[in-house]
């Protein structure tokens, strides 16, 4: 993590697959909520649409492949199961290193894709909550990732100029809305990468 900017007045991280190793939770959430109505999910497509909100995930899954259920329900089903695994999460070390390093030094917040109950039940799950001045999550926003809207309130939030801003990412939406709200960019993929399930 050499690389990281030294310019910057607060940081903002994206939750899953950034604070947190939850993907691999999701992904098999996502495969037991699909396989309820006979289809499977692929890996490799899962993770293609890192960084898009559930809701948004599920209304795909529904127009893909015609199903008689709606986004709202099927994303119930789908987060219940999620809520089932959270015992099977963990921290990204690296990037909770830079948390604990500047956490009381700088303000900090996050910026995630997931409804406000679910990342704070993520965090409360491995002691992180407590870390963050601000929580802005998909329900907070109209405009999701790759807008920049989520980032801009959390800088908003916090009272700091976004050009001030340093974020944390692990998807292409979540880079793009940064990268949009006019602030610098740490690329996670860049140091880590998820456990596949099917691999």
């Not at 309820?36 to 490799?44: A, H, K, S, V």
């Not at 559930?54 to 893909?64: F, G, P, R």
């Not at 926003?141 to 908003?156: F, G, S």
Request: with cysteine; proline share 5%.
């Amino acid at each position: 993590m050499d690389d990281q900017p030294t310019t910057f007045s607060a940081i903002i991280f994206d939750c899953d697959g950034t604070l947190v190793d939850s993907m691999p939770s999701h992904y098999i959430a996502w495969v037991q909520t699909v396989a309820d109505y006979g289809l499977t999910f692929d890996e490799d497509r899962f993770y293609a649409l890192g960084g898009w909100p559930t809701i948004k995930v599920a209304q795909l899954v529904i127009e893909e492949n015609d199903l008689d259920v709606s986004a709202q329900k099927l994303t119930d089903i789908k987060e219940a199961r999620f809520e089932e695994n959270l015992d099977k999460i963990k921290i990204i070390q690296p990037v909770v290193d830079v948390v604990e390093e500047y956490y009381g030094k700088l303000p900090l917040a996050v910026g995630t894709g997931a409804i406000d109950r679910i990342c704070r039940e993520m965090l409360t799950h491995v002691g992180l909550l407590d870390r963050f001045e601000a929580i802005v999550a998909a329900d907070h926003v109209q405009h999701h990732k790759p807008a920049p809207d989520t980032y801009l309130e959390a800088a908003r939030q916090l009272s700091i100029p976004a050009a001030e801003c340093l974020v944390y990412e692990d998807t292409q939406p979540g880079i793009e809305a940064a990268l949009a709200a006019g602030m610098q960019v740490v690329d996670v993929r860049d140091f880590y990468t998820p456990e596949r399930i099917t691999a």
